[in-house]
């Protein structure tokens, strides 16, 4: 079980961009999934998270800005970010609360990180 994020990328101020994070593997399940970040210098934090009910929750410093949306089908989780900001450049991790195929438990997985890089 594993999960692959992609979308990083160089945008300017006020530019969007769209980051995807698919599971894969032997899946039984899959729960709650979010993003977070962390830039230089600091630590780790949740971006927006979203539930299997489709409930939601955002950083206020995202709030208004970036959208978490969910695809039961294919067990991916995807961030449209739009008038993105500097303070917004950081590595994006995706994670998500999965129950493998043959197991009674749910583990938390994380992908590998994202760079996004908002500079003009």
């Known amino acids: 079980v594993q999960l692959q994020a992609s979308g990083g990328g160089l945008v300017q101020p006020g530019g969007s961009l769209r980051l995807s994070c698919a599971a894969s593997?032997?899946?039984?399940?899959?729960?709650?999934m979010s993003w977070h970040r962390q830039a230089p210098g600091k630590q780790r934090e949740l971006v927006a998270a979203i539930t299997s009910g489709l409930i939601t929750t955002y950083a206020e410093a995202v709030k208004g800005r970036f959208t978490i949306s969910r695809d039961n089908a294919k067990n991916t989780v995807y961030l449209q970010m739009n008038s993105l900001k500097p303070e917004d450049t950081a590595v994006y991790y995706c994670?998500?609360?999965?129950?493998?195929?043959?197991?009674?438990?749910?583990?938390?997985?994380w992908g590998q990180g994202t760079q996004v890089t908002v500079s003009s």
């Open positions: 593997g032997r899946i039984f399940s899959v729960g709650s």
């Open positions: 994670n998500g609360v999965l129950r493998p195929t043959g197991s009674s438990c749910r583990n938390d997985y």
